[in-house]
């Protein structure tokens, strides 16, 4: 009964999305989009996937493209590779950004310019603005680089 139940519910999955289970599905642009472009769930549309020699590496969910920048450019009507497209950068090259180091009670913060642009998670080099020293520092998600201690 129960084996009954999750079998059900995953065809009902695929039935509410309009393909059946065992046919595999691609995300496509509608629209040229360029690198640099957001990609926006309106320039989308998911398709099934025909030709049984396409490469494996697609986006087949629009979540793994939607809301991402084009590294480069994608054509309407080919699949999107999943290494097209990249996180959106938090942080800019040359942009001023808030440094944090925190150690116990101690917070202390300065301004800083990253030396290159930086996605959420990612470790990069930010110059002090004040002392010009260069420290490292992870991109936190409210656009801060928190400095790690060296």
Do not use: C
């Amino acid at each position: 009964m129960i084996r009954l139940t999750v079998i059900v519910a995953i065809v009902v999955q695929f039935a509410v999305a309009g393909f059946a289970a065992a046919e595999p599905v691609a995300v496509i642009p509608k629209q040229i989009i360029y690198p640099g472009d957001t990609v926006e769930a309106h320039m989308l549309e998911m398709v099934v996937v025909t030709n049984k020699r396409i490469r494996r590496d697609y986006a087949s969910q629009m979540d793994q493209v939607a809301g991402m920048v084009a590294r480069r450019t994608l054509l309407p009507g080919r699949v999107i590779p999943v290494s097209s497209v990249r996180e959106p950068y938090m942080v800019e090259r040359g942009s001023v950004v808030t440094m944090v180091f925190s150690h116990g009670g101690l917070m202390i913060t300065a301004p800083g310019t990253p030396l290159k642009p930086g996605s959420i998670g990612d470790f990069i080099r930010v110059r002090n603005v004040n002392t010009g020293v260069t420290v490292s520092g992870t991109v936190m998600a409210d656009g801060t680089v928190r400095v790690a201690s060296q």
